[in-house]
């Protein structure tokens, strides 16, 4: 482990340098002032910095004092774990409170015990060593705990991704479309929701194969997305080949307007396939269920569905109540 000693006097270096190195710790470090510590340790200039493990500091030096080169060091996040061992004359105890205070952990007295230097050298050593040790645990922890995070919030957002169109799954759509009732409510705006279905696709992948099926769907998915382009509005795989769009503070003319656009852009992008689109608007109350406008938007879905698909039906007045059979 590396030792740095400061202190403007060649006889003491020397002695505690030798003193160390007779005990097997080869790695000292010899500066005769603040400002050569400094330069060692990269706080000033700042700049590359060399490794250290102990500091002796002398607290009387012309120029810079010890005290005052100990507040400088600590001052620096990545030297404040290094133990500071002040040296002090006889007569110069007074300023021990003082060391302590800037942060050192230890003194010395010239002329010097050998066998208490050594002791409080080892003592200061293996308290580095455990913070060391501590400081790689805790970075380990703290990496284990980031990559944890990291693995829930994959987790989190493959549970509400649909794996086929990359889009929503229905679950997650719920949790929104119930969030989104609720701020509706409390603002006293509308919500309109569509229901999309692709005309006839048992057929297209009856002609084409599951593979092509899974991308026709892809490419619906990224339509509708397109389509439904604000921070707020949010599109599903409802189930199958049944998609559902959330537009938040839209009204039926609006809603009906996106929805055409929808259309026609599946028709018009997605090769050899149409879709029925069902509109329905709501302003939610609290004592409304939000699956109300779920099953408006259904009933239009279908209503557009017997009327020869490819086209949009609004919720309203003319709406048909479903009469059965299935969609197609």
């Not at 493959?158 to 929104?176: K, M, Q, Y």
């Not at 919500?191 to 593979?211: A, K, T």
Request: glycine fraction near 8%; proline fraction near 3%; charge should be neutral.
């Amino acid at each position: 482990m590396r030792i740095l000693i400061v202190d403007d006097s060649d006889d003491s270096r020397s002695l505690l340098a030798a003193a160390l190195r007779e005990h097997g710790l080869d790695d000292v470090w010899l500066v005769d002032s603040a400002t050569k510590a400094f330069q060692y340790l990269g706080v000033d200039p700042p700049g590359c910095a060399g490794m250290v493990d102990l500091i002796f500091m002398d607290v009387v030096m012309p120029e810079i004092d010890g005290l005052t080169a100990i507040h400088r060091i600590r001052q620096h996040e990545r030297l404040r774990d290094v133990p500071i061992i002040v040296i002090t004359a006889h007569g110069e105890e007074q300023m021990l409170e003082a060391a302590f205070a800037a942060g050192a952990v230890d003194f010395v007295r010239k002329p010097f015990s050998f066998g208490e230097v050594l002791a409080r050298t080892r003592s200061a050593l293996r308290s580095k060593r455990e913070l060391d040790r501590r400081s790689k645990r805790e970075d380990r922890l703290r990496a284990t705990t980031k990559r944890l995070a990291a693995v829930s919030k994959s987790l989190e957002n493959e549970s509400r991704i649909d794996p086929v169109t990359g889009i929503l799954n229905r679950r997650a759509f719920t949790t929104t479309f119930h969030g989104a009732w609720r701020r509706a409510a409390m603002t006293a705006t509308e919500v309109s929701l569509l229901m999309v279905d692709v005309d006839h696709f048992h057929g297209y992948n009856e002609r084409h194969g599951h593979l092509a099926g899974d991308a026709c769907l892809q490419q619906v998915g990224q339509v509708l997305r397109e389509c439904a382009g604000r921070a707020a509005d949010c599109v599903a795989r409802y189930g199958g080949d049944e998609f559902v769009v959330l537009l938040p503070s839209t009204p039926a003319v609006g809603a009906s307007t996106v929805a055409e656009t929808m259309r026609d852009g599946i028709e018009r992008s997605v090769y050899e396939v149409t879709a029925s689109v069902g509109v329905a608007t709501a302003a939610p109350r609290g004592d409304v269920a939000p699956e109300t406008l779920v099953v408006l938007a259904d009933d239009a879905l279908y209503l557009a569905k017997q009327r020869g698909r490819n086209r949009v039906e609004v919720a309203g007045g003319s709406s048909q109540a479903r009469s059965g059979g299935r969609r197609a």
